[in-house]
């Protein structure tokens, strides 16, 4: 069985500062990490690692993938207020026939800016 | 396009009451899915769909049925609430099979008493 585990569970940081999220995972036939921010409401995509593209940078927010470790990291650089949030893992295994992808998510990380 | 969209917003219901949460989409994706989720618990795959017409169980089933009759629409269905089903509902849809693709829906609020 697919497995994600996340940490912190949660965390306050004061604006400027910069904050790392931690996620490890166990996967059959590993095919991607995918990283989401989830402010009220929605989970929004963030970024997908796979096996060929272990890094990825947005602004301020990056991420990397160690395959050898089975784990990631979300590193927000100078947050701000709007960074505040519950991030969320999941991990996808590669392809099945007849069957929808199915993602297994981390239980998140509740990240908190204070001004 | 109004993407993802779901119905209610909010809803109470009393243990052993019934009622069906509505899914719609106007992205004409083939994959639909229902999603619960938990504090702490991450979001996990009640109901998936591959397809108008089709279903299939996803990784927490029981207590819960669904229907694809139309490819836009994905009903999730309580046929005897528990309190144990009080939770936030997501449904998503996605044009493949790949996570990345999903598009998720602003979730319904339950509360069964």
């Known amino acids: 069985e697919d497995k994600v585990v996340q940490s912190p569970l949660s965390l306050v940081v004061h604006e400027g500062d910069t904050v790392t999220l931690n996620c490890s995972y166990e996967v059959t036939n590993f095919r991607s990490l995918l990283w989401y921010k989830q402010e009220k409401k929605a989970p929004t995509f963030l970024f997908m690692l796979?096996?060929?593209?272990i890094e990825k940078k947005s602004g301020r927010l990056s991420s990397i993938l160690d395959k050898k470790e089975l784990s990631s990291i979300l590193n927000i650089t100078a947050t701000q207020t709007g960074d505040s949030a519950i991030y969320l893992c999941a991990v996808e295994p590669s392809r099945r026939k007849a069957a929808g992808n199915k993602l297994t998510f981390g239980g998140g990380t509740r990240v908190l800016v204070k001004p | 396009n109004a993407g993802v969209t779901q119905t209610p917003k909010f809803r109470v219901l009393k243990t052993g009451q019934s009622m069906t949460l509505l899914c719609a989409q106007d992205m004409n994706h083939e994959y639909m899915y229902w999603y619960r989720q938990d504090p702490g618990m991450g979001l996990r795959l009640i109901h998936y769909s591959v397809g108008e017409g089709t279903t299939a169980k996803g990784e927490v089933p029981d207590g819960y049925n669904v229907s694809r009759l139309k490819k836009q629409n994905f009903l999730l269905g309580l046929e005897s609430a528990a309190p144990s089903q009080t939770s936030v509902y997501f449904c998503?849809?996605?044009?493949?099979?790949?996570?990345?693709?999903?598009?998720f829906g602003p979730g319904t609020r339950l509360l069964v008493l």
């Open positions: 998503a849809s996605s044009y493949s099979e790949w996570g990345e693709t999903q598009y």
């Open positions: 796979t096996s060929s593209g």
